[in-house]
T-cell receptor, first 110, second 113 residues
Framework: SQTIHQWPATLVQPVGSPLSLECTVE??????LYWYRQAAGRGLQLLFY??????ISSEVPQNLSASRPQDRQFILSSKKLLLSDSGFYLC?????????FGPGTRLTVL | GQQLNQSPQSMFIQEGEDVSMNCTSS?????WLWYKQDPGEGPVLLIA?????ELTSNGRLTAQFGITRKDSFLNISASIPSDVGIYFC?????????????FGTGTRLTIIP
């Protein structure tokens, strides 16, 4: 069966510090991968998606970037965090049956 | 970005009651999905709908893909305590779930003891 992992689970970072969140998927090959962000009490907003290694599409202009160095690895990064980057970050993968989410990373920027 | 209009925003019900929530959009979607999210966790897929007019059940849950392709509803029958959480609808453009999704604003379900 397919599983998706995200780490760290929680992160507290000062403004201006770098960020690296990692997502890996097991049990599937060449999945479509996604990064979503969820502000407190809100719905999910798509940030990036990838259909293959090295292929990244950005949905909204922002302070973040994404990379896909391996087929089942998706990384979300920032060189300098802003207060507005705080939120719950969710990695997801999709197949014909639907889109499935990881456990999420809670990021607090102070 | 675009968000789907989901209602009600919150619901307070007693255990055993039936629940109904819906999602509407100004644009057409070819896929509708319903998710449940517990605090501090990622959303879990409940039901996926791929055809206009489709009615699909998953245990006590039933969801329908509106015939206009601009709306969907989710019903929960005989609610139990573990139904508590936030329910999100999501719409997609392609005919399968393998794509970018637009999410609703969520319905928070609370069960009153």
């Amino acid at each position: 069966s397919q599983t998706i992992h995200q780490w760290p689970a929680t992160l507290v970072q000062p403004v201006g510090s770098p960020l690296s969140l990692e997502c890996t998927v097991e049990g599937t090959s060449n999945p479509n991968l996604y990064w979503y962000r969820q502000a407190a009490g809100r719905g999910l907003q798509l940030l990036f998606y990838s259909v293959g290694i090295g292929q990244i599409s950005s949905e909204v202009p922002q302070n973040l970037s994404a990379s896909r160095p391996q087929d089942r690895q998706f990384i979300l990064s920032s060189k300098k965090l802003l207060l507005s980057d705080s939120g719950f970050y969710l990695c997801a993968w999709s197949v014909e049956q639907g889109t499935f989410f990881g456990p999420g990373t809670r990021l607090t920027v102070l | 970005g675009q968000q789907l209009n989901q209602s009600p925003q919150s619901m307070f019900i007693q255990e055993g009651e039936d629940v109904s929530m819906n999602c509407t959009s100004s644009s057409i979607f070819n896929t509708w999905l319903w998710y449940k999210q517990d605090p501090g966790e990622g959303p879990v897929l409940l039901i996926a709908l791929y055809k206009a007019g489709e009615l699909t059940s998953n245990g006590r849950l039933t969801a329908q893909f509106g015939i206009t392709r601009k709306d969907s509803f989710l019903n929960i029958s005989a609610s139990i305590p573990s139904d508590v959480g936030i329910y999100f609808c999501a719409g997609g453009i392609s005919n399968f779930g393998n794509e970018k999704l637009t999410f609703g604003t969520g319905t928070r379900l609370t069960i009153i003891p």
